[in-house]
C-alpha cells in the first residue's frame, strides 16, 4: 500500500542508475525521487553527473543499471510527449522561420497541427511577438531565440519540464518574465527540474533539491530540511559593546567592524543551549541593533557538501 | 513512425523551398537542351559556304574536288604570285596551290589562307590529293580503274543483339553514350547528396538543435529521417528535370525540324519517322548513314524501360549506401572543415568506380566490369553502364541483392557512430575512437 502512495506522489523515480562511458562513470547507484508539482533543483558542480541524468529521463540515452519511474511507470516512448526540455545548449535551426519551427517542435511532441497552432497563437500574444512568425531564427537576437526556445519547450503542456540554466542569456526583465511563467506552470500542476549552478535561483525558486558530486548522490530531499540538517547552531549579533567576557562561556567569532563603532560577531551555541539565554547574556554587556540565527545559504551548503567528498 | 514522416517532411520542404533548388532544376534542363542542340546542329554542318580556289598547275585536279554544302571550289589559271596577290582581295577563305611535280613530290602542296585552316579542310583537301595521286600511280603499274572499283568494298557493320525478342538492332554506340551518362548522373547525385545529408547533420550538431529533437525523436529515426527526404529531393529533381527536358526538346524539335527541312530534307523526315517510333533499320533505302537517325534509331532498340527502372534502383542503392556513411561523417565532426579527413575513404571508391566506368565502357563484359559491378560500393555505377550493353538477369539480381544488403550494413554502422557522435561536442574525433563507438553497448 505504501508503495503505490510513494508512486502517486513523485513524477520521477530514479532507482540505482548508473552509467558509464568509456572512460568515466557518470553516473554511480544514484537513487533521487522527484515529487509531483515541485520546483526540483538538481544541482552539482561541472561534470558531476547532472546532463548525464538528464538525458537519460529524457530518454536520450539510456542507463547501464537501474531504472527509472515515470508516474509509476517504467519511462517508455509514451512518455516524451509529457516531458519538455530545454538543454543548456540552445539551438534552433537557422534557416527555418519561427513560426514553422515551432509548429515542427510541437507536432514532434505529439501535438496535431491544429492544436499546436492554436497553443501558438496564445503563447505568441502572451510573450508579445506575433511579428516573428514569418522571421528566419537567424534574424532574431540572443535573447530573442531563448525566448523562442522557451515556448517550444513548454507548449505542448507537459506534465515535467526539464529546464537546464534556464535563465542564462535573458537580460533582468525577460528573466523575470520567464520566472514567473514558471511559477505559473508549477501552478497549473506541472513539476519542473532545475538544472543549475547559480545559488539565487535555486535559493529563490526551488522547493526540493538534489546534489550530485563525482557521480553519486550527496544529498537531497525538501530545501527546509536540508537548510535544518545544515544548521550550525550559529547566531550573529550586531552590538556596540564590550562582549571579552562572555568568551569563557561562547565561542566568539568577530566577523567585522560596522558603521558608527558597531561590530559583528558570530557566536556558537551548544546542541541544546537555547537563543534566549544567550540575549539575556548579551543584553547587560552591549547595545544590540541586530540579532538573528546563521541560517545556511545555499551556496554555503552547496560549498559544504562538495568539499566534504574526498578527492577520488 | 510518425515522428520519422515528420522528419521526412521537414527535411524535404525545407530543401525544395530553397532558391538553389529552383535553379538547379530550371538549370538542368535547360543546359541538357542546350546540349542536344547544339549536338544536332554540329550534325548539319556549319550554314555557312566557303570558297576554296585551287591553283592546279599539274592540270591533274581539274574538278576533281567535288563542291559540298559547305565548301566551294574556283579554279584559277593564273601564276601562284598573281593568285596570291589576288587572294586577299578576294571572297575565298583559302587557296590551294598543287605544283606540276605533285606526282614525284606529294608534300609540296600548300594552301594558302587569311586564317589556319580548319582540320577538316585540310583533310578534304590531303584526302583528294592522295586518291587521285594513288590512281596515277595505279594506273601507271597497269591497275585500271575498274579493277580499282571492283576490289573496293565498303563494310557498314550492324551489331545486332541476339535475345530472347529476336533480332534488334543495337548500337554500341549509343550504348555507351547511354551507359555514361547514367553513370555520371549517379555519381554526381550520390556526391550531392550525399554531402548534403552531411552538411544537414553537421548543422543540426553545431546549431545544438538536435538534443532537443532527439529528447522527442529516436536518433536512429532522425538520421532515417533525413536521408529519406533528401533522397525525395533527389527523386523531385529528376522528375523535374525529366519533365521539363521533356517538353523543352520537344519543343527544340519542332524548331530544328523546320530548319533541317530547309536544309536537308532526308535527315528531317528521317526524324520525324523516329519519332513516329521507327526504327532505323527498317528506313527503305537504307539510308542509314546519316548519324543523327542513327543515334536516335539506335537509342530507340534499347531497353528504355530496364534501364530507367535500374536507374532508380542504383540512384537510391547508391545513395542510400553512401549517405549513410556520409552522416556518420557528419555526426562524428563538429564543422564543416573537419570533415575533410573521414571524407577520404569515402570519396576513393565513388571516384574509383567513375574510372573504371571508362574501362568498362570499352570491355563492358570483361572480368573487372564484372567484379565492379557486383561489389556495393562500386556497382551503383559500374552496373549503370553495363546495363545499356545487355547483363544477364542473375549477375543484375546478385548486384541489386548485395547493394540492398551493402546499404544496410552502412546504414547500421552510421547509425552507431551518430547516436555517440551527435551529442560529442568540441572533440576532435580519431579513426580510433569511430570504431570504439560503432561497438559501445
Redesign the interface.
Known amino acids: 500500500m505504501s508503495q503505490t502512495v510513494s508512486i502517486n506522489m513523485n513524477i520521477i523515480e530514479v532507482r540505482n542508475v548508473t552509467k558509464e562511458y568509456s572512460n568515466h562513470v557518470a553516473l554511480d547507484d544514484v537513487s533521487i525521487n522527484i515529487p509531483k508539482g515541485c520546483i526540483f533543483g538538481l544541482l552539482g558542480p561541472n561534470g558531476a553527473g547532472k546532463t548525464s541524468l538528464i538525458r537519460i529521463i529524457n530518454q536520450i540515452t539510456g542507463p547501464d543499471k537501474g531504472e527509472i519511474l515515470f508516474d509509476g511507470q517504467h519511462l517508455n516512448q509514451s512518455h516524451i510527449s509529457r516531458i519538455g526540455y530545454l538543454p543548456e545548449e540552445r539551438g534552433l535551426y537557422k534557416k527555418m522561420k519561427v513560426g514553422e519551427q515551432l509548429l515542427y517542435l510541437a507536432q514532434l511532441k505529439g501535438l496535431s497541427q491544429k492544436q499546436a497552432m492554436d497553443k501558438l497563437k496564445t503563447w505568441f500574444i502572451k510573450f508579445d511577438i506575433k511579428t516573428w512568425w514569418d522571421k528566419s531564427v537567424s534574424d532574431l537576437s540572443k535573447g530573442m531565440q531563448q525566448k523562442v526556445q522557451f515556448v517550444s519547450t513548454v507548449l505542448h503542456e507537459p506534465d515535467l519540464i526539464i529546464l537546464d540554466e534556464p535563465f542564462s542569456g535573458f537580460d533582468p526583465i525577460n528573466a523575470n518574465l520567464i520566472r514567473d511563467e514558471i511559477l505559473e506552470l508549477k501552478q497549473k500542476g506541472s513539476t519542473i527540474i532545475f538544472s543549475t549552478h547559480r545559488m539565487e535561483t535555486v535559493e529563490e525558486l526551488c522547493d526540493n533539491i538534489a546534489l550530485i558530486h563525482k557521480a553519486k548522490k550527496v544529498l537531497d530531499g525538501p530545501k527546509k530540511l536540508i537548510k535544518e540538517q545544515f544548521k550550525t547552531h550559529t547566531y550573529f549579533v550586531e552590538y556596540k559593546g564590550d562582549l571579552s567576557e562572555l568568551e569563557n562561556v561562547y565561542a566568539l567569532t568577530p566577523e567585522k567592524e560596522l558603521d558608527n563603532g558597531f561590530r559583528r560577531t558570530n557566536i556558537h551555541l551548544g546542541e541544546n543551549a537555547s537563543p534566549n539565554d544567550l540575549l539575556r547574556d548579551l543584553l547587560p554587556k552591549a547595545e544590540i541593533r541586530s540579532f538573528g540565527e546563521n541560517i545556511p545559504s545555499m551556496s554555503d551548503i552547496f560549498m559544504r557538501s562538495v568539499n566534504e567528498v574526498p578527492e577520488a | 513512425m510518425r515522428?520519422i514522416f515528420?522528419?521526412i517532411r521537414?527535411e524535404y520542404l525545407?530543401r525544395v523551398k530553397k532558391k538553389s533548388f529552383l535553379i538547379m532544376t530550371l538549370l538542368g534542363p535547360l543546359l541538357f537542351v542546350a546540349f542536344y542542340a547544339t549536338v544536332f546542329w554540329v550534325a548539319l554542318g556549319s550554314v555557312d559556304t566557303k570558297t576554296v580556289q585551287v591553283l592546279d598547275e599539274s592540270g591533274l585536279f581539274r574538278n576533281e574536288f567535288k563542291d559540298s554544302e559547305t565548301l566551294k571550289f574556283a579554279y584559277l589559271d593564273s601564276s601562284i604570285d598573281s593568285a596570291k596577290a589576288k587572294f586577299k582581295s578576294s571572297e575565298a577563305n583559302a587557296l590551294v596551290y598543287i605544283p606540276k611535280n605533285v606526282i614525284k613530290e606529294p608534300k609540296s602542296v600548300r594552301i594558302y589562307a587569311a586564317k589556319n585552316v580548319s582540320m577538316d579542310l585540310k583533310s578534304e583537301i590531303e584526302k583528294v590529293i592522295e586518291k587521285e595521286i594513288e590512281d596515277i600511280k595505279l594506273g601507271e603499274a597497269g591497275i585500271t580503274h575498274k579493277i580499282l572499283e571492283d576490289s573496293r568494298v565498303n563494310v557498314n557493320s550492324e551489331t545486332i543483339s541476339l535475345s530472347e525478342e529476336g533480332e534488334k538492332t543495337s548500337s554500341s554506340g549509343a550504348a555507351t553514350v547511354i551507359g555514361g551518362i547514367c553513370a555520371f548522373l549517379i555519381y554526381m547525385s550520390v556526391f550531392i547528396y550525399g554531402t548534403q545529408v552531411m552538411r544537414g547533420i553537421t548543422?543540426?550538431k553545431t546549431?545544438?538543435?538536435?538534443?532537443?529533437?532527439?529528447?522527442?525523436?529516436k536518433p536512429f529515426h532522425l538520421m532515417l529521417g533525413k536521408i529519406i527526404g533528401v533522397a525525395l529531393v533527389g527523386l523531385t529533381q529528376f522528375v523535374l528535370w525529366i519533365l521539363l527536358t521533356t517538353a523543352l526538346t520537344s519543343a527544340t524539335s519542332v524548331v530544328l525540324n523546320n530548319k533541317m527541312s530547309e536544309q536537308s530534307p532526308e535527315v528531317a523526315l528521317e526524324m520525324q519517322k523516329m519519332q513516329n517510333g521507327m526504327p532505323a533499320s527498317n528506313m527503305p533505302g537504307g539510308n542509314v548513314e546519316n548519324p543523327v537517325a542513327e543515334v536516335l534509331g539506335a537509342v530507340s532498340s534499347l531497353n528504355l524501360p530496364l534501364i530507367l527502372g535500374c536507374f532508380l534502383f542504383y540512384y537510391l542503392g547508391g545513395y542510400l549506401l553512401y549517405s549513410a556513411l556520409f552522416g556518420a561523417v557528419g555526426a562524428a565532426v563538429d564543422n564543416d572543415a573537419d570533415t575533410q579527413q573521414f571524407m577520404l575513404p569515402i570519396t576513393l571508391p565513388i571516384i574509383f568506380s567513375f574510372v573504371f566506368a571508362q574501362f568498362v565502357l570499352r570491355d563492358p563484359d570483361g572480368t573487372l566490369a564484372f567484379w565492379t559491378s557486383i561489389i556495393p560500393f562500386t556497382s551503383p555505377i559500374i552496373m549503370m553502364v553495363r546495363i545499356p550493353f545487355g547483363v544477364p538477369a542473375w549477375e543484375i539480381a546478385l548486384s541489386m541483392f548485395l547493394l540492398v544488403l551493402g546499404f544496410m550494413g552502412t546504414t547500421w554502422l552510421a547509425a552507431r557512430i551518430y547516436r555517440v557522435g551527435i551529442?560529442m561536442?568540441g572533440k576532435k574525433v580519431s579513426y580510433k575512437e569511430l570504431a570504439?563507438w560503432i561497438f559501445?553497448?
Open positions: 515522428n515528420l522528419v521537414r525545407v548543422e543540426e546549431s545544438r538543435i538536435v538534443e532537443v529533437i532527439i529528447s522527442s525523436v551529442l561536442y570504439k559501445y553497448k
